[in-house]
């Protein structure tokens, strides 16, 4: 959905335990795995959606770690061989210096207008005396982004500033942030024009010439609102002093990735290295899974038969623990039990006191822990002086136990070393978890809900870690054979490029939600409207994401549905049709979004409730919420067949009236209300809704009919549209419509697609990777599904755009329209649930 678009980590070093067991594990898993991928952006850490980080080149140590945001979550790995460096993950960037600070660093004053204005308005001697004054960031107001609210379609902004002092030798860069389609000037030459895009902080180095350093200079900005949120803001920065310390690189031999693994392969001189980041997001062990720990293993052996001293050097940054680096934060050391540890958090510690898409957590701590051995150590300090102490001896300067900084202005570190010894043909390994308590993690309709591996504030921070360490060989093993059995699964349905999309789809998907419970005791798995408008509980969210979670839990698909059942059933939402959301992550007090999709929305809930009932066998889920599931079923009855104008979940594509696609959505939730019924042993109600379902798709067929295909809305002859809505049909069992239409749909489909895949409809050349993978699955053979399959594959493994996996993108060029790191990707294992 086209709307707009973090609590502590911490980092454990184990040094000298020997995972001979796992690595032989690895390696059978890389066998069934085939062979590497390129990835648009590589998973490295995966836990919920404030701690989501990822490498967006093709080498680990070719770029910084990213939040899925684009903001730096610096993490930094090197290893010392024979008082040799190598940096093999993370690339060290000091943030830039702010020149003309943003509304990020400092609240400007712009002039602007929101009507057209005249010719020549983004020229340095433009009269702008009749525009207003306002502070930036402007935007959508009450988001906690914005100064100036602004809610009309387009507006129009400029900044008047003298150029201060900048040393000549540096370099100077624009940053800016826009939702959404955006130009800018500088003195009037266009530097910006992003088109049809919502981006944040993007980086632009700028030409001198264009700057006048004795007199006024003017950025001048424009941009259109196309729906959701609207943002703008920008700023001028410098390249900092700092110069990087680990300069020498190791080389990448090689990346592969399992639904809950990362692995790279480095040669460092005389020796090699295998690195793997885990997410042990296993399905079936819903407190594991929320365990806010990720595993980062790493096994050191010579490739010359020699012995070599070695040690391994980690690092990470309070940039993991503010939403600003303007932010002031403290950086301590301390020890729990047998673990040493420093710790990273805001001064300030507002808890759940922000909301909104791009936004990172700034409550909570970052941790960097050891095992207190002899052999390991843990230690803050400068940016530049911990890696040069251990690029000069292997170690790092310890002695300080306190550090108050501002980010933007001085970066600590907290940082670990772990003494390896000599190291020869015999592998030595070791582990680091990364992990992260933040405190409090959802506000739900007023009271404030803590992670679920809390158990209600019962278990502390310190415990889970220390159980998180107890547990690593047997968690490892559980995640090697889960990707197995993943990987097999992916592959027999598919094929090969199939399972890799699933692969990358899996932590992805997953780590868009937090799982919380209510006061009742409730599962509330939420997920977060990545990269869109970050909304809470989305339901045209929830919808594409279910079949991930009907193959591996259902019950987290009812934590997806549970809070929208309680919305009605409270009385608190009143319509006669489901909600949008319960409103902006991470508060989830009622719907926030600007307008209702009454057909989505309804069929959404009733399809997505029948699939939990045909998985599970029995209907005991529907039983519960049968009011509202019969509301939105009569609904839908009445208003689902022709729906009227309204938005359906592809809802950039704009209103519009006669959607087919929706009408079959409607028709799917008829016929599920009834099959919920029928399981239910309501004969007379089953009977009733069944039979007007397929009353409904007769009419819907004659409606929608145009010779070789179906149109996109009932009253416009020569038009298409992907009917992935069809699938429940097969899916569930439910015989509603024809025999042979879904299949005529299919081969009509072959005839349009594009290089990297099946346009969504006859609009526009943009698709849905998503509903590309639906789509596919109303084949009845596996050759005609990997036809459709192999150029989203290829537009995965080919698009220009590093980010993590985006759904929407042109067919054509594979570039990225917008959204990224979503949870709808879970809607590629779509094709596993046809068994």
């Excluded at 404030?50 to 290893?79: C, E, M, Q, R």
């Excluded at 550090?403 to 003494?419: E, H, Q, R, W, Y």
């Excluded at 938005?647 to 087919?660: M, P, Q």
């Excluded at 069809?726 to 005839?751: C, H, M, N, R, S």
């Amino acid at each position: 959905m086209l709307k707009r678009f973090l609590i502590p980590i911490l980092v454990m070093f184990v040094a000298g335990t020997s995972l001979s067991s796992c690595s032989q594990s690895v390696a059978q898993v890389e066998e069934e795995a085939g062979l590497e991928f390129r990835a648009p952006a590589y998973p490295l850490i995966t836990i919920d959606p404030y701690i989501s980080a990822w490498s967006t080149s093709d080498k680990l140590f070719d770029t910084p770690v990213k939040h899925w945001t684009g903001t730096n979550h610096s993490l930094i790995g090197a290893v010392r061989v024979d008082g040799q460096t190598y940096r093999f993950l993370g690339k060290e960037e000091i943030p830039l210096q702010p020149v003309l600070p943003n509304a990020k660093h400092e609240a400007w004053i712009g002039k602007w207008v929101t009507t057209e204005p005249a010719k020549g308005w983004e020229k340095a001697d433009f009269n702008d005396a009749s525009w207003k004054s306002g502070k930036a960031a402007f935007g959508t107001p009450n988001t906690g982004e914005t100064n100036t609210g602004w809610e009309t379609k387009e507006i129009w902004v400029r900044r008047e500033f003298n150029m201060p002092a900048v040393n000549q030798d540096s370099e100077l860069y624009l940053i800016y942030s826009h939702d959404d389609d955006f130009e800018l000037y500088l003195n009037g030459t266009q530097i910006v024009n992003t088109g049809n895009r919502a981006k944040s902080n993007i980086i632009v180095k700028l030409d001198r010439k264009l700057l006048n350093t004795n007199g006024k200079n003017v950025i001048a900005a424009h941009c259109l609102d196309r729906g959701g949120l609207a943002y703008v803001d920008f700023g001028i920065f410098k390249e900092s002093d700092v110069k990087p310390v680990f300069a020498q690189t190791a080389i990448q031999k090689s990346v592969k990735i399992t639904a809950t693994q990362t692995k790279y392969n480095f040669t460092c001189g005389p020796v090699d290295l295998q690195l793997e980041f885990v997410s042990p997001l296993l399905m079936d062990d819903l407190d594991l899974l929320s365990r806010p720990i990720n595993y980062i293993n790493y096994m050191v052996v010579s490739n010359d038969g020699q012995s070599h001293d070695v040690e391994v050097y980690f690092e990470a940054t309070p940039e993991w623990a503010v939403n600003e680096l303007s932010q002031k934060v403290e950086v301590t050391t301390g020890k729990t039990g047998n673990v040493i540890f420093a710790k990273a958090g805001t001064t300030e510690q507002p808890v759940l006191q922000k909301k909104g898409d791009n936004v990172r957590i700034d409550w909570g701590y970052l941790y960097l822990a050891s095992e207190e051995t002899e052999n390991s150590t843990v230690g803050i300090g400068d940016f530049s002086a911990m890696k040069k102490s251990f690029l000069e001896s292997g170690n790092i300067n310890a002695a300080k136990d306190k550090i108050t900084a501002i980010p933007s202005n001085t970066m600590p570190v907290l940082a670990s070393t772990g003494k390896l010894g000599e190291v020869s043909t015999n592998p030595v390994s070791a582990y680091l978890m990364l992990g992260y308590n933040d405190i409090e993690s959802i506000q739900y309709f007023g009271e404030n809900l803590k992670a679920w591996w809390t158990k209600d504030g019962k278990v502390s921070f310190d415990e889970v870690l220390t159980a998180a360490a107890a547990d690593h060989r047997n968690i490892i093993a559980r995640c090697d054979a889960f990707d197995s059995k993943v990987y097999r699964e992916a592959f027999e349905a598919g094929g090969e490029n199939y399972a890799r999309l699933c692969m990358l789809a899996y932590r992805q998907s997953i780590a868009a939600h937090k799982l919380v419970k209510d006061s009742q005791g409730t599962t509330l798995f939420l997920s977060k409207e990545n990269f869109s408008n970050g909304s809470i509980g989305t339901v045209d969210v929830t919808y594409p994401s279910a079949p991930l979670f009907l193959k591996y839990n259902p019950e987290l698909l009812k934590g997806m549905l549970n809070p929208i059942f309680y919305y009605t059933e409270s009385g608190k939402w009143t319509k006669p049709f489901a909600a949008h959301d319960i409103g902006t992550y991470p508060i989830a007090n009622g719907q926030t979004y600007g307008g209702d999709m009454p057909v989505e929305e309804s069929g959404n809930m009733l399809i997505l409730t029948t699939a939990i009932a045909v998985v599970e066998g029995n209907a005991d889920y529907a039983e519960k919420h049968w009011g509202a599931l019969t509301t939105w079923a009569n609904y839908l009855l009445e208003k689902g067949l022709d729906p009227e104008n309204q938005l359906c979940t592809d809802d950039f594509a704009g209103h519009f009236a006669h959607n087919v696609n929706l009408s079959a959505k409607a028709i799917m939730g008829v016929a599920g209300y009834g099959k919920l019924a029928e399981m239910l042993g309501k004969k007379d109600i089953a009977a009733k809704y069944t039979s007007a379902a397929k009353q409904m798709a007769q009419e819907w067929v004659k409606m929608a009919d145009d010779g070789d295909h179906f149109r996109l809305t009932f009253d416009q002859p020569g038009t298409w549209s992907q009917k992935y809505n069809l699938v429940w049909d097969k899916l569930l069992d439910l015989d509603i419509f024809p025999e042979g239409v879904a299949q005529k749909e299919v081969a009509y489909y072959l005839t349009k697609q594009n290089e990297y895949g099946l346009p969504l409809d006859n609009r526009r050349t943009y698709t849905k990777a998503d509903w590309i993978v639906w789509t596919a699955t109303l084949a009845n053979d596996k050759a005609t599904f990997q036809k459709f399959i192999d150029p989203l594959y290829a537009f995965v493994n080919e698009t220009p755009d590093r980010v993590p996996m985006s759904d929407w993108y042109e067919t054509p060029g594979a570039t990225q329209v917008g959204f990224q790191a979503r949870s709808v990707v879970g809607g590629y294992f779509i094709k596993l649930l046809e068994e």
